[in-house]
Structure formats: C-alpha cells, structure tokens
DNA sequence: GACCTGCTGCGGCTTG
C-alpha cells in the first residue's frame, strides 16, 4: 500500500516516540484513512488518544499536502468528548506539541464548566481546528443561537471513555447529540465536496464518529450504540489494541481464619498484613469501596504507624478538589508513599510510580478490579500487583473467583439505557431554545438513536405536548409552558425560561451538601446535610483525616476548627449502593460447587477450609444444582435464610416475593435481611416452608410483576426514581447557581408532581419511566428472573439448624444494623450476639484492640 | 424523607 503524504508526514513525527510499540496504531490509521467510523478498545496509557488524533491530523495533510502548514481554517475540525472535564486540559496539551512540532499553526481549546467566561466568548468568535469538551458542554453549545455554524466544518467527533457513558444517561445525552451533529456535518460535506471536489472514500456519512472503549462485555453493542441505527454497517470498524497486561493478583490470608471475622465490612483486623506490603512496596494505593471506609482507614494508619504522616495522604469524592489535585501531583512527583482512595482515583490519568494496589473489600465486579489493578506497574511490559483484602470471611472467596473470572477473561457488559424520556425532553427543550426544531424532523433524527429506536410516534407526541402545553394535567400552569409552537417551527421566547434551561443542561443529580471550611478560611471538601444536623457545636469529627470542631453552620456552610481530640465520629455518605455484579456471581457460584466438590484448588479455598467444614457439619454446602435454605428458631422468632448468590439487590427484592408468597399461606409480618450471598425472613410466628416449597408457584415467574408491586412499596420507588427524572426533565427548576433551593422544597414538589401525575394522568411518560427505573435499577428484574428461573431448576435443599451457620452469621448480623437505638458499637454486639449464639470462629475484639484508634463505625450520635 | 456500608461524574450567574 501507498503511503499518504499524511501518514509520512505522522510517521515521522511518530518515529522517536516508539510508534512499533503499539501496533493497532497502524491498523487505526488505515481504518480512519479509508473513512471508517468505529469503535477503538485501548486501554489508558497506550497511546490512545494519538491513536486517534495522527490519523485524524495526516487525513487533513492529505487534503492540503503542499499548504497544510499553512493552511487556516475557519472551522471546528475535530470534537473531542470526554466524560471527565479535567481529562480535557491533558489531551490538548499533548495535542498542541504535536502541532507545534509538526508547524501546523492549530489552536486546540476546551470548553467545559471551568472555561473561562472570556474564552467562551473568544471560542464563539473564532473556533479552534479542534475543540475539547463534555456532553454537558456540547448540549450547552447546541442551546446556543445558530449552532449549525458551529458544526458547519467538523469532520470527526471522538467520544472518548465511551464506556463509562455507556449505560448512564449522560450516554444517551451523547446519543442525541451526536444524531444532531450527523445531520449538521452530513450537510456541510456535502457542500464541501461540490465546491472543493474532496476525495473521499464513503460519502454517506461524511461525519466520522469514532468511540475510544475499556474492555467491556458488550463491545459490539457499543460500538452499534454509539454510531445509532442508520449508520451503515459496512463502514464500521472495531479496532483492537489486544495489549496483553500481566496481572499478579494476591489474597491476603488472614493467620487464622477460624479467629477471623465471619461479618463486617472495614477489614481494619488485616491491617498490619497491609502495612507490611506497603512497608515494602515504594509506592502504593489503597482502594475502599466507601468514602467513610477511606477516611476510617487513613486514621487508622494514622494512629498506628505515625510514621506515614506527611507520606500518606487520601482520596475521594467528597474532599475539596484542590486537595484532590495536590494528591495527584503528589503522586506524579513521587512524594507520596501511600495514598486511601475510592474509585475517585480509578478516573484520570496514569500514575507511573504506583507498584502496588491494594483493594479492600470486594470490588464487587471483575472490571472494576481489573481498572484498579491495573493502576499498579503503569510501564508498558509491566506487571501490575494487587492485593485482594477480604474484610470477612467468606469474602476470600470473592478472591478467588476475581482471579478465576479475570483469567477466563469474563468483564461485566454496560447495557445502554434505552426511552429516557426525561433525557429526550430536556434535549427537545435544548433545540427549542436555540433555533427551534421541527417536529417531524427531529423526530426522524431521534429516531435514529439506539436509545430511542422504539419510540412511537404518539409517545413523541405525548412529549411535545408536554412542553408546549403541559399536557393533559398540567395545563393550568404557567410554569410549564415553555416552548411555543409558531408554523410548525418549536422555540423558546422567554429569556426565563431559557436561561432556566441553560442553567439545568444535564443529568446528574444529587444530594444538596454541606461545605466543609475552616473559620479561617479554605475549604475542605463536603458532608451531607443529615450529618451535620447531628452536629453540635463542640462536637468533634473526623473528616479529610484531620480531627476537627464542629463550630456552626451558615448558608450550607459548615465551619470548623482545628481539634486536638483523638475521638470522634466519622462521616458517612449516601452513595450508590453496589450489589456483586451477575458475571462475578457467577464465577462465585462455581467456585462454591469447586468447594462442594472437595476441589482445593485455590489457595483461598483452602485456607477456607475449615469454614466450609463447620458450614457441611451444621447444615449443608451446596452444589451448583442444589439449592439452600436454612431454617432455623431462636428467641427473636423462625429464621429463614435463603442463599441464591446473586447480589444484595436481587435478595431484597427476592425476600420480599417470597415473604409475601408466604403470608397468602399463612398471614405474618416478615423483617428482611440480606447481603450479597443471601437473605433471611425473620417473623415470631412460625412459617409454613415446607407447605410453600410443594407448592410450584412459589419461586414461579407467574404473576412476578404483580406479587412484586403487592410485596414491595412499588409506589415508593417510583417516587423516588421520579425526583431525579423531575429534574433532569425541567418540571422542577432547583435554582440559581449558589442558591440552591432547599432539598425539602424539592422533595415535595416532586412528590406533589408524582401524585397529581399518578392520579389524573397515570399513563403519563415520565410516571412510567420511574416504574421502570425502579423496576430495572432497584430491583434487578431480569437478574431477580434469572435467579428463580435457576432456582426452579436446582434441588431445594431445606436444613433446620441448630444455630447460625457461616453462611447465615454475615446476614443476621446485617440485620443489627438496622436497630435504631443502641449504644453498643457493632463490633461489641457481634461479640455479643456470638457469645449467645454459641458461633465459633468469631473473633471476641481482638488483642489489637489496644492499638486501634477510638473510631466507632456509628453513624450520628 | 429514607437510607442505614455503599462510588463516580457536570453545569450554570439573571430574571420575575
């Protein structure tokens, strides 16, 4: 094959910065110059963002061969889209050296929230060849006026990290936008080829659209998301880096796992095993799965090895983003020695000095596992080390089945959401406040999104009904009547209403939280408002690791000082609650029919062993065909524990069918307990089981979806679903930037729009998205179906023991938890409640004690 | 207002 002006021009450029090293380069240069649009699976740090620039920057020289070094253009050439703001500022620093060395005169910008108001207004005078933004920011610049022209010249949009869209609603943002941009670039090359005679190979779809995707499970899909229904298959390509990364995954073992924990969830008891890998390692992460077991973990190390001080330092969400970036710097300078974090530092960019990972508690997903891992040995050639720390017992098991699934190569799928109306309606309002849209044909366009690909037309009726008059229940107000309709053209007049819009372009909501600030000034990062009500003013906590004085608060400020108190509570955060993902499940579930079996292969199995024993000798190990139900009396009630394997929010749908299924036998009041391996039904009655297990419907699939909304407060749910939907859709405005509108405002208006919906109009879009949200999202339907329809396969093995096995002991103990008034720490009621049930294997507060920090894991006061 | 272990991410500054 020829070699292009273009690609001579890049090679050489290439040469010295070790173009061999990765060959899908290559491969991604001949696909991009031959006029494919596709999907590009690279991991970070492999060069992936040149991958996709060079043969962007040698398709122009090939189009301007003699003058590309001077030629000027007048246009947005390339638009690069990133899920992470501060991602943009590195990618156009690499960029523009490239440019530079190349004497290509070529502006690249960003445009995010933090660019400058002046750079904003300098963009909409001149843009830059290629623009660097988010899909909030490029929404934003589709409400702006005449938009197309800044579309007019664009060439290829990339849409980088498309795997953590995929599969959120900021993914479907990205498919609506990019439906737009296909029919605005479409047009332009059109133009240009009349006027400028371009040889293009593929004129359908001028515009390319390329993706840059993690592994995933569902590549292909993503690939068919991100490129929507119209685009012609044979002008896709997936281009593969297939870089082979050497993974050495280690489970810390605890001595004795028979003095182990059988519950809890912080793992602090491995803590000087950890530290000695630290001691060892140059430079080291900590991941936790939650914010509060971060900083519980840096005080500890605090406490006990004050050593790390000024060495150490933590990462997360909820801390202020100047200490978040220190951290990063730090790290790159190679001043820190460790660093806690949450999957805050999964995001970013690569830290080359890291060697080693250690995740405590179980990741949940064998991805994120791997992402994290990954983070360690960042040379190309390397292998990444990470440690695996259970924080109970039978959580090793999760060690094994991790390394079990990553060497099968299983990853977990990000499945694409699909009929986001509420999406849809802030788009639809989006185009109605810059130029306005015409029904019939932004409908086509939509319909061209995989997301949207089944909408009817009536639906879409239904939608422009809504923002024009409020549809069927809320015509009476004013409020939401934002669009007008003038022949046929949809548009925005009110410069309120417009500038409301603007100010709520997006989709991620949240909880309103509290600024953490010194009285003297600088901030510390967030809390939540729930925390803090609990606060009072001497009140000492914990927070960013440092021991702080509560002092007031004002204007959704908490202001502290320091506190020389070694005591003190520690924040926790309402996050997302993580259930095993279905693939890691899975691989457990073998791993228990290994264990079943008498297999010893892992080293975590074995050391499991006697754990196993105690299980077999008090009630039953099942195999993979075999279903365990434990039943069991104590004074609180009949215990019934169920063990499906499938994850915390399939359980708790799952225990509440089941105990409604019950009660049509005999009528009784359940409490409900779960965690990732099982639940259990508490009630002081006795429970008919044997009576439900002959009867075939009880693990049916008939009538699921009824039994489910007579079981579990499906009204609820829906409710709660309905309030981010509230949002994203514009019926709720939450206010101007720095005053936010109290959340209990929010809370009732939402709710008082879910009634009045509910009532009057119950078929209304927006009701039936939050159903289904909660459906899907809450309950894991189609996980929940595929457990019992296994279920219904496998023998049910029903054992009355005579007191908490291995399996039941994490459950019950979950279910203390939930006990709202109690003094007692959790450790010491762990104890207690081992002491009366007689439970062997878990551990009286061990001897470490003396050396462990005052923190108790309560939260409040 | 509910959750009780629970991550991450963006954007906007003027009307009525």
């Not at 801390?319 to 970013?348: I, P, Q, Y």
């Not at 077999?616 to 009949?638: A, C, R, V």
Request: proline share 4%; net charge neutral; charged share 25%.
């Amino acid at each position: 094959m020829m070699t292009s002006k273009g690609q001579q021009v890049i090679q050489q450029w290439y040469r010295e910065k070790n173009w061999e090293q990765f060959p899908f380069q290559a491969e991604m240069m001949d696909a991009y110059l031959n006029g494919y649009s596709g999907l590009l699976n690279a991991p970070t740090g492999s060069g992936k963002t040149f991958a996709l620039f060079l043969p962007f920057l040698a398709g122009f020289i090939n189009q301007h061969p003699d003058t590309f070094k001077t030629q000027q253009n007048n246009g947005l050439l390339m638009l690069w889209i990133t899920p992470l703001r501060a991602l943009t500022n590195d990618i156009r620093k690499a960029m523009q050296e490239a440019c530079n060395e190349m004497g290509l005169p070529w502006r690249i910008m960003t445009r995010t929230g933090d660019t400058s108001a002046a750079e904003k207004s300098a963009l909409k005078k001149k843009l830059p060849e290629v623009l660097l933004t988010t899909p909030e920011s490029l929404h934003l610049m589709l409400a702006q006026k005449e938009y197309p022209k800044l579309f007019s010249q664009l060439q290829v949009v990339v849409i980088d990290e498309w795997h953590e869209l995929l599969g959120t609603k900021r993914g479907v943002q990205v498919e609506l936008g990019l439906s737009k941009l296909k029919v605005l670039g479409s047009k332009s090359e059109v133009l240009n080829q009349k006027s400028k005679d371009l040889e293009l190979k593929s004129h359908d779809f001028p515009l390319k659209i390329w993706g840059i995707s993690a592994t995933i499970g569902n590549l292909e899909q993503a690939a068919e998301v991100l490129l929507g229904n119209d685009f012609p298959k044979e002008q896709i390509r997936m281009v593969r880096a297939n870089l082979e990364k050497k993974l050495d995954i280690r489970s810390i073992i605890p001595q004795n796992i028979e003095n182990y924990s059988w519950a809890g969830h912080i793992g602090l008891k491995l803590l000087p095993e950890v530290m000695e890998i630290v001691a060892k390692s140059k430079t080291t992460l900590i991941f936790t799965n939650t914010r509060s077991q971060s900083e519980i973990w840096y005080h500890a190390i605090l406490d006990n090895y004050p050593e790390y001080a000024g060495i150490m330092a933590m990462h997360h969400g909820s801390l202020d983003n100047e200490l978040r970036n220190w951290v990063e710097a730090a790290l790159h300078a190679e001043a820190l020695k460790l660093v806690v974090c949450t999957s805050s530092l999964d995001l970013g960019v690569d830290f080359r000095p890291v060697d080693t990972v250690v995740q405590v508690g179980s990741p949940k997903g064998v991805a994120r596992f791997m992402q994290r891992a990954g983070r360690s040995g960042h040379h190309p050639g390397a292998t990444s080390l990470a440690y695996f720390v259970p924080t109970h017992s039978l959580e090793l098991l999760e060690g094994a089945a991790l390394k079990e699934a990553i060497k099968a190569k299983i990853f977990e799928s990000r499945d694409p959401l699909l009929l986001a109306m509420d999406v849809l309606i802030q788009y639809m309002v989006t185009l109605a406040v810059s130029d306005g849209f015409k029904a019939e044909e932004l409908f086509s366009e939509i319909k061209t999104t995989y997301a949207f690909a089944d909408l009817s037309r009536s639906e879409f009726g239904q939608l422009l009904d809504f923002i024009t008059t409020g549809g069927k229940t809320l015509a009476q107000y004013d409020e939401f009547l934002k669009v007008e309709v003038e022949n046929g053209l949809y548009k925005v007049n009110s410069r309120r209403v417009a500038m409301r819009h603007r100010l709520s372009i997006g989709t991620i909501t949240s909880e309103l939280s509290i600024r953490v600030k010194w009285l003297s000034g600088g901030s510390l990062g967030t809390i939540e408002e729930s925390f803090v009500s609990k606060l009072k003013p001497g009140n000492t906590f914990w927070f960013a690791g440092r021991s702080l004085e509560f002092v007031r608060v004002k204007e959704m400020t908490a202001y502290v000082k320091k506190s020389n108190s070694t005591k003190g509570i520690i924040p926790s955060w309402n996050g997302g609650r993580m259930p095993l993902s279905s693939q890691l499940a899975a691989v457990f579930r073998l791993k228990l029919d290994e264990v079943a079996h008498g297999l010893e292969r892992d080293v975590e199995v074995k050391a499991l062993k006697p754990l196993f024993d105690l299980q077999q000798k008090l009630s039953h190990l099942p195999q993979s065909h075999e279903f365990l139900i434990e039943s069991f009396k104590s004074k609180e009630g009949h215990h019934l524990l169920f063990y499906p394997f499938e994850g915390r929010l399939v359980h708790e749908g799952m225990a509440s069918l089941l105990a409604y299924r019950i009660s049509k036998i005999k009528p009784a009041s359940f409490s409900i307990a779960m965690n990732d391996y099982g639940f259990e039904l508490l009630t002081d009655e006795d429970i008919p089981i044997e009576e439900a297990l002959e009867d075939s419907a009880f693990f049916s699939l008939d009538n699921l979806i009824d039994d489910i909304q007579h079981s579990l407060n499906a009204n609820e749910m829906a409710r709660r679903k309905f309030r981010d939907i509230a949002h994203i859709g514009g019926l709720v405005f939450t206010g101007y930037p720095g005053q936010q509108i109290k959340n209990k405002h929010l809370q009732a208006s939402t709710s008082l729009l879910f009634e009045v919906f509910s009532e009057y109009e119950p078929d209304n879009l927006l009701i039936r998205q939050a159903y289904n949200e909660a459906l899907a999202f809450q309950l894991e339907e189609f996980r929940l179906r595929a457990a019992l329809q296994r279920i219904q396969s496998q023998n049910i093995i029903l054992k009355v023991i005579e007191r908490p096995t291995p399996f039941a002991f994490p459950i019950m103990v979950d279910s203390l938890g939930r006990e709202k008034l109690t003094t007692e720490t959790l450790e010491e009621r762990i104890a207690k409640m081992a002491r009366s049930y007689g439970a062997e294997g878990v551990a009286e507060p061990a001897e470490r004690k003396s050396r462990k920090p005052g923190i108790t894991r309560k939260k409040g006061f």
